[in-house]
């Protein structure tokens, strides 16, 4: 027997050894838990606070006898971003308890002073032969993250509407010019300011996916539900689509009931969700291809899809299809143009209406997106693309969310 | 046809608005913050407002609030605005605002469309196109 094998085998150590090995590995994880930069508390396995760390005593403006030994749901009072109280069974603590897994989430943390303060935080359970014996609570606080998500959201905002301004004379003196306002105009100074307006619609429409996206990221989309009439709104997008339909001749399918399908949403969203999504249907399928628009009402819900035959979403990149700036990766082979923004802000405008969006597609064959809205809207607490929830108190009528 | 107030503070595009009205045979005047169309609204009792929001001096809001559409009869307010589904919008229709439209969406002939939809159940409106 060689020293190493000695050295790595604890059962051959002496009881004086294993008792010092104990304390150095103690002395290491206090150190260790001292020195993290981030607020840590450990707790037992009944969740009483058996140590917190000099950061989170900062963070949260507690001493240490503040702390120590209570219940750690009492002493650190989790809020959703409105200021409502997170009910005990959606705090990461319990679920950590609950799943036996690490739970990560955005919340604010009530400071002893009664401040709040957003919080990423991660509590881990520990356990041992499959028994809990406690947990680890690491977190973080996001306002400086949370200050400037907000400020690029406003300077978005605002830098979008100050270029429509020019945008909109630009628009306007382009159709008085085409309108013969200023005189008659020949054909060929026509076709020019054919090309300037249709310059400016698409500016505008980037501009107006822009707004979109900073409104889903700074909570501020409001939701003004009213009975939409769904076979209205089909023929509404295949009109303003039509242009585009003709061109690629596309064979446009719609089929839904004969009795008008009504559902209780926001009109405008539920359009600016099927009109991103049909745009696409059209915009990724060959000349002459096919996309069928279908409505099918359920008990309490409407799936509404949009299919193609066009050149469908590889395998590898449908996970990430619905993240920001993501574009397909045989989409921009063939496309330059695209922002990566229409299926980002698709998905935040359907979880706005309380809806779910899924899909199938097949490479090369096309691709069907489905899309559940439910039949009556219920203004409901919601994650906002920052991970932290939003609730509106102010509007009966109409949600912020 | 009928009298109408343009308050927006972009000269080029009040300017525009203004060519357009007129063609379309309305009485126009124009004002380019809420200041100044307090003053036009007071001197000219127009039957229809289209009004801008973010302006300087005194904005769109501002002069709901001043102007209490309440008190007024027979006028209605369009908010031509660049700011779609915002908060201000919202806050826009409380104060009476009858229609939102968006600026860089609309076309002249969507100009003249929406002003004469928006006078068409104005008796007072009404009444001048009769006489």
């Known amino acids: 027997m060689n020293d190493d094998a000695i050295i790595n085998d604890p059962l051959s150590l002496s009881p004086d050894t294993t008792l010092q090995s104990a304390v150095e590995a103690y002395a290491q994880a206090e150190a260790l838990f001292n020195s993290i930069g981030d607020g840590a508390i450990a707790t037992d396995e009944f969740g009483h606070i058996t140590k917190i760390n000099h950061v989170a005593l900062d963070l949260l403006g507690y001493k240490e006898s ?44 009530r400071r002893k002073d009664d401040t709040l303060m957003p919080v990423s935080s991660t509590i881990s359970p520990l356990v041992l032969s499959g028994r809990p014996i406690g947990a680890i ?249 920052n991970g932290l929830t939003s609730l509106d108190k102010h509007n009966s009528s109409s949600r912020k969310l | 046809m009928a009298k109408v107030l343009i308050v927006e503070d972009d000269k080029d595009l009040n300017q525009a608005y203004q060519m357009i009205l007129k063609r379309d045979g309305h009485e126009v005047f124009a004002a380019h913050n809420g200041k100044e169309a307090l003053k036009e609204a007071q001197a000219h009792t127009p039957q229809l407002i289209l009004l801008d929001l973010l302006m300087p001096i005194m904005d769109g809001l501002e002069f709901l609030k001043k102007y209490d559409l309440a008190k007024q009869k027979d006028v209605k307010v369009l908010i031509f605005t660049n700011m779609e589904n915002s908060p201000e919008v919202n806050e826009a229709y409380k104060l009476g605002a009858h229609r939102c439209i968006i600026k860089s969406w609309t076309a002249p002939q969507n100009l003249s469309h929406v002003v004469r939809e928006a006078l068409q159940d104005n008796p007072k409106a009404a009444s001048v196109k009769g006489a």
């Open chain 1, 66 to 109: 503040d702390a120590l030994g209570r219940w750690f749901p009492r002493v650190i009072v989790a809020f959703e971003e409105g200021g409502e109280k997170l009910d005990m069974i959606d705090r990461g603590f319990t679920q950590a308890f609950l799943t036996g897994k690490p739970v990560t989430q955005k919340v604010w943390y």
């Open chain 1, 137 to 385: 609570a690491i977190f973080r606080d996001i306002s400086r993250e949370y200050e400037i998500d907000r400020m690029k959201s406003d300077f978005i905002s605002l830098a979008s509407h100050q270029l429509r301004t020019p945008l909109s004379a630009i628009k306007t003196y382009s159709h008085m010019l085409l309108d013969g306002f200023m005189g008659p105009i020949s054909p060929t100074q026509k076709k020019s300011l054919k090309t300037i307006v249709s310059a400016s619609n698409r500016m505008n429409e980037l501009i107006s996916t822009l707004l979109n996206v900073s409104r889903i990221e700074s909570g501020n989309v409001i939701v003004s539900p009213k009975n939409v009439n769904l076979n209205h709104l089909a023929d509404e997008i295949v009109r303003e689509l039509h242009l585009a339909i003709k061109t690629k001749h596309i064979n446009l399918h719609v089929h839904a009931p004969k009795k008008p399908v009504i559902i209780q949403a926001d009109n405008l969203i539920t359009k600016e969700i099927l009109i991103n999504l049909l745009s696409n249907a059209v915009k990724y399928s060959p000349d002459g291809g096919d996309v069928t628009i279908t409505v099918q009402p359920r008990k309490s819900t409407v799936i509404i899809s949009v299919s193609d035959t066009g050149l469908g979403i590889p395998k590898a990149s449908q996970p990430q299809i619905f993240t920001k700036f993501y574009r397909a990766s045989n989409v921009v082979r063939r496309e330059t143009t695209g922002t990566g923004l229409g299926l980002y802000l698709v998905k935040g405008l359907i979880d706005a209406l309380g809806g779910k969006i899924w899909f199938e597609s097949i490479e090369n064959h096309g691709s069907t997106f489905y899309v559940r809205l439910p039949r009556t809207y219920t203004a409901k607490k919601t994650n906002t693309t």
